[in-house]
């Protein structure tokens, strides 16, 4: 349908959501930059001149900064080696028959649907609590000295307790892949004298391979900003300091707004990187 | 009683022109064919008659009335699309209904009309059932169900049978022709294959890059078509096109001959070839003969059953009187 | 494909599925099963926990010391209430979209895109003195606002991939059938569409219930959903483990149900369309 009324009509329809979102995003973007080349504190003072690029350059030169880039790089990086990993089995697995699939598959994604504060506080208190957890329970019961998680293995514990979370979201979306899959296509394979690796690695892989860069490019931008699984665990402490959590932590924990808002900044830049390449592979799949 | 009238329409999406300024008149009660290659205009055509798009210039007039502005739904035509466009969650017998719905009419008349249009369609037995429930002819039948129902100013039929199987097909060809000769109603019907044009037509339009290439009955195009391109188009077997020093002969640029039109001897006759596949209908034979003035073979149509050999050397001598001569920029020498 | 193994690979796989699930799934089933025990049986090693004595108590001890349904009431209000409002503003832009497609609008549902890959952190200070401006912080509303904005360009998408499916020649059947603007949304598009809008608004629900970075950060008492709430027994006071597992138990459980029946959507909403 292209005909001239209607084509207005559509324009007034679009206008709203247009609009509503240009202003979530010009608004607070604009208000970010415009207080990163700031000294702004304020409980110490309030606004106290404009300061260049000082911000940008004390962000990057604390002490925390790197810290931080290599928690958050050990954390995202080895949630999306065990998600991708696990997804891709356990939808090969899923994809087999079995007696009550339904219900297995439920007991799958189950995880994705729990909110992530209780997902925080369960794994931290009910398993990897060194006295009364699960885990130490389980210890002792084979004799072993129970590990201190959360305090000694830190980045561990959390990486365990994300990729709980996002395992479902992995094993669901490659299952779907993979149920789009032309049998005939597995048919020929083994036709051909593929044997079961040679299919895995030369028709399964390469047909996943798309499902599998949109769950390593979606997760990677919901992992840079993880944020209550933190917050309800070790609140930054034991070196699981985040980029998000640090931004965090500058902007409303000490108030040094300014800075918190450079770092905020680079926050975005790099999500931007990232949601480039997702955009391209979205947007391939609009004109089709 | 309906006529339409095109005056110097036009269709351009964006920069691309689809349709050149043309000119058409349907007269009341015509079946009209558009016919012509995939990308022609040809369903564009038809969807600026329907309303559906929106001319670039021209205009376009119904029983003499200026319908240019008219939204489809005020044009008082019917529509069957290629996929039918059944509504997925409306049963038979309301979708059947539902352009009565639109034009307010009470449910008992909506009732009456509906069992009428599934008696002669033989859909009475499915009218509860939801499209997703039939077979592909049941759905064009439902689909000519509800254009019929509202006694249109004229049909308009887009590809209707392309999703048909083959014997369908030609059962349905039947059926359409069949309702016309009964209702009368002017049908604009657009197919890319030209045995429906010819089976069904009054007048077949032929189209290419939105151009009319010419109009006629479907008798007048096969014998008489005015260039190259819609004597290649019309007939089947496709008309020889044969060019070069073989042509000059007749002085022209290229001449056609109909695969009917040749005789085939084993002993004399104008060209000598050689045989290639031969194809055995029963009914008929079709050779594809080798000559060795022209890379495309020469297809010959001859008696059913006779059998000749690959390779063999044979002669063919086209028949004078159907010989078609066309000039160098494809147009028929009168 | 009748293979002679084919029975013995299917109890093969039984076995190793049941298993797995069963792991993936443990952490719940085990804060269901702590949220019937006494908080003395809580902490005692798993046999010991499995064969003490059931209870109702913790339910009703978490209601009765924090108020439980207030924060229940938040979540409800929050999620419903975001999601309505996104639909009112997403199902008319999607239609025209993709009913009325332009130039523009493979770049604007891009830039819609976009804006949802802002990490929240980098506008968490405006957005933060904003409401204390707007006097909309720790307000139910106020986070409406946000979690409607934050998951409009979902909405948008998902709705966009759903319409995309309604094969236009049906429309322009019933424009040729006589129905005007009106009368084609009311009786075909409507019909047509409701499956898709209602998986959008299922899938918006479970996003927005689960939301736990602008919630945390822009609610105290007042307006607190159960993401806040439960964050709250980050500092607990002497023995909690059942009376969280009960909390946690009644927090996921809805969001639970709803995710069970919207897997299929779940994939198409959170991968922009990309995979189906």
Redesign the interface.
Known sequence: MSTQQSRSAAKVMLAPAVVLLMAWMLVPLSMTLYFSFKKYLPLRGGDLGWVGFDNYTRFVSSSSFWPAIGTTLLIVGGVLFITVTLGILFSLLLNQPFWGQGIVRIMFIAPFFVMPTVSGLVWKNMFMDPVNGFFAHLSRAFGSEPIQWLSQESILSLTIILSWQWLPFATLILLTAIQSLDSEQIEAAEMDGARLLGRFWFIIIPHLARAITIVILIQTIFLLAIFAEIFVTTAGAFGTKTLTYLIFQRVLESQNVGLGSAGGVYAIILANIIAIFLMRIVGKNLSD | MSHIHLKDVSKKFGDTEVIPPLNLEIKDGEFVVFVGPSGCGKSTLLRLI?????VSSGRILINGEDATEV????RK???V???Y?????MTVRKNIA??LR??GLSSTEQGKKVEDAAKVLNLSEYLDRKPGQLSGGQRQRVAIG?AIV?EPQAF?FDEPLSNLDAALRVGMRVEISELHKRLATTMIYVTHDQIEAMTMADKIVVLQNGRIEQVGTPLDLYRSPLNVFVAGFIGSPKMNIIEGPQASKYKSASIGIRPEHIAISDSTGTWKGTIGVSEQLGSDTFFHVKCEFQDQSITVRAIGGLELAYGQTVFLTPEKEHLHRFDKDGLRIK | MARASSKRSKIINSLIAWTLGLIIFFPILWIIILSFKTEGDAIRSPIAVVISNWTFDNYFVVQDRSDYFKHFYNSVFIALGSTFLGILIAVPASWSMAFVPSKRTRGILLWMLSTKMLPAVGVLYPIYILFIALGILDSRIGLVVVLMLMNLPIIVWMLYTYFREIPEEILEASRMDGAGLREEILFVLAPMALPGIASTVLLNIILAWNEAFWTLNLTAAKAAPLTAFIASYSSPEGLFYAKLSAASVMAIAPILIMGWFSQKQLVRGLTFGAVK
């Not at chain 2, 329907?50 to 929106?54: R, V």
């Not at chain 2, 939204?71 to 005020?74: D, H, I, L, N």
């Not at chain 2, 466009?85 to 969650?89: G, I, R, T």
């Open positions: 329907a309303g559906l798009e929106d939204s489809p739904a005020k035509l019917a529509m699309f290629q996929s466009a059944l509504y997925p969650h539902f352009p639109m034009a509800r509202r308009l």
